[in-house]
């Protein structure tokens, strides 16, 4: 059979191609271009070859802050992607009640993520915060300004409770999609929940749980708005992501050719993962 | 004049710009090689996956990135042998994966 061969369709791909290479591709050529050169401002630069990626690769604050975000991102994958699940397979299918659900699972959402910070960082307040008071009124001792343990309990259940309704909402419009003939022929074999769950819900959801899996990881993996308002990457160095890192060597110091390199290392390993997670997802769905 | 004003913002220099007119020649060279001899549908390689050959230019390109990472993070410059390691792997790449 012949294939039919049409160019044309290249014409409306266009504008996104254009759309890419302003807001993606020239800020990268231009981080790029940072990384290998020293500057002191003023439009003037001075050739500094590989020795920022030398410095960067080498340097134990970059281990550091690299350790403790692929940490967080680990944590909040592990918690979120089974709550998700978990509440989407328990929200109603039919009736009133569905709008309702939604609408609250949608709510963190719709916040901007400084003012989920700001809101997070006196909900938590030791003195006068809710939460703060709620634990420490327990006899436990908790300051997530002061103890590095408290610090990371209070970011991973910000990150939880904003985050969340992404994977549930997501998990839910897979569910949905599932035809009633399905569990019809479940329910003539006698099939038990968790069967279903396992036979029929979960390949079903394939697609939406690698989506929300690839979304998630990035999100949490370049965690930014949140951290910083919540923390401040305190205490000590405890909640220093990279991007926070990243932020105080770019705009804190200036120090733009070793923050040029730290962001294309970030970028590398971002988009190694999402190929990998991507790839092994869709191993099997391609045969 | 504007141009130059735009070219200094992105602080070009040669060696970058080389780089990138290596990946555009690479992606240019890729579309010219599936026109003349397309490459079909996708390969079942070693790793147990089904690429084609931009998905062997990527996994080569992106392994060839981290290849020269972790010489810089373990030994250092200069870089002649990572650069050989990556040839090595690229060309493996694209004969087995």
Known sequence: MNKTVNQKAWFFVLPVVLLVAFNAIIPLMTVVNFSVQETFGDNMFFWAGVRWFEQVLQSDRFHAALGRQILFTAIVLLIEIPLGLAIALTMPRKGPWVSVCLVLMALPLLIPWNVVGAMWNIFALPDIGLLGRLINGLGIEYNYTRQIFSAWFTMVLMDVWHWTSLVVLLCYAGLVSIPDAYYQAAKVDGARPWAVFRYIQLPKLKYVLTIAILLRFMDSFMIYTEAVVLTGGGPGNATTFLSIDLQKIALGQFDLGPAGAMSIIYFLIILFFSWLFYTLMMKDEAR | ?97
């Open chain 2, 1 to 97: 004049m504007e141009n130059a004003a735009f070219l200094s913002w992105m602080a070009w220099t040669w060696p970058t710009a080389a780089f990138f007119l290596f990946i555009f020649l690479c992606l240019v060279g890729m579309s010219v090689w599936e026109y003349y001899s397309p490459g079909g549908t996708p390969r079942h390689g070693i790793l147990g996956l089904d690429t084609t050959r931009g998905d062997r230019l990527f996994i080569s390109l992106l392994g060839s990135a981290f290849i020269f990472l972790a010489w810089l993070g373990l030994v250092g410059t200069p870089l002649w042998g990572p650069l050989a390691i990556a040839l090595v792997y690229a060309f493996a790449v694209f004969k087995w994966v």
